[in-house]
Structure formats: structure tokens, C-alpha cells
């Protein structure tokens, strides 16, 4: 039985999907020159899973939404306006539960290259969490979208 909580999320996931999508799309600053020297990206690697986290400021979040080669992407954001959020901890576990990356204080931006496989991906943020479960197939890129109402 499908509880009220996943449908509750479930729906915001694809509104707020629609509405990110939406943005890039719209934004102009996407075809504008980065400034390389404001980007701080750098691979990290972690029980052999590579990741890149960030997306603090312009220039760094158009430099990692230009990133290629990752195929689950993690957004986290708060209240009405979508504010990105950079203070998440995430971890990731194979359906079996066996824990993949756990990431402290990271975002708003996680970019990860993972195997083919069903995950938990489990976010949580001043004592409170989302759990939301996915399958990567290797052919195309997941985005998974973690907001936090304000107040919760």
C-alpha cells in the first residue's frame, strides 16, 4: 500500500522537476561564458564511486549542469522559491541496504556515477529526512530532486 507521505512526494518530485527543467531551459545565462576561476569542481572518489558535489554560485552551478558522464544527480532545495541548499548529508545504499557514498554537508549539486542497480537514497538535514528509492539502468541520467518546506 502506497502511503499518503510517498504520493505527497512523488507528486512534488515531478513539480519540482518540471519547474527546474523549466528554469535551465529559460535561463540565458546557460550559453554566457563561465568564469573557470570561480569553479572549484573537482572529481572526488569514495568506495570507488565517483562524485562531484557543489553548485555554491553561477558560475559553479552552469559549470556542473554542463557536466557529462554522471548519471544520477541530486538537487536540494528549500521553501517556496526553490532556494538550492548546501547543507545536506546524503547517503547512498544498494536495495540490499549496503551502504554506497555518504556524503557530509554537501550540495546543493551531487553528481554521481553509479552502476546499474536499484538505490535508497537516503537525504536528511537538522534531524529530518527523505528516503526516496531508484533504479539506474545505465542508460540514462536520473535527477532526483530533495526539497525541504520551510518549517518542514
Do not use: F
Not at 54 to 59: A, Y
Request: hydrophobic share 40%.
Amino acid at each position: 500500500m502506497i502511503s499518503v507521505r510517498y504520493c505527497r512526494l512523488t507528486v512534488l518530485a515531478g513539480i519540482l522537476l518540471a519547474v527546474t527543467i523549466a528554469r535551465v531551459l529559460a535561463a540565458p545565462v546557460v550559453n554566457e561564458p563561465i568564469n573557470m576561476e570561480a569553479v572549484q569542481l573537482a572529481p572526488q572518489q569514495q568506495n570507488g564511486v565517483e562524485y562531484l558535489t557543489g553548485g555554491i554560485g553561477l558560475d559553479e552551478s552552469q559549470a556542473l549542469i554542463q557536466t557529462r558522464g554522471y548519471n544520477l544527480h541530486i538537487v536540494s532545495s528549500t521553501g517556496p522559491k526553490d532556494e538550492y541548499l548546501p547543507d545536506v548529508n546524503i547517503t547512498i545504499n544498494k536495495a540490499g541496504g549496503e551502504p554506497v557514498l555518504s556524503l557530509i554537508q554537501v550540495g546543493p549539486m551531487v553528481y554521481v556515477k553509479l552502476p546499474a542497480g536499484k538505490y535508497q537514497i537516503v537525504s536528511s538535514r537538522e534531524g529530518h529526512e527523505n528516503r526516496q528509492s531508484i533504479v539506474v539502468d545505465g542508460k540514462g541520467t536520473q535527477t532526483v530532486n530533495v526539497h525541504w518546506n520551510d518549517g518542514y
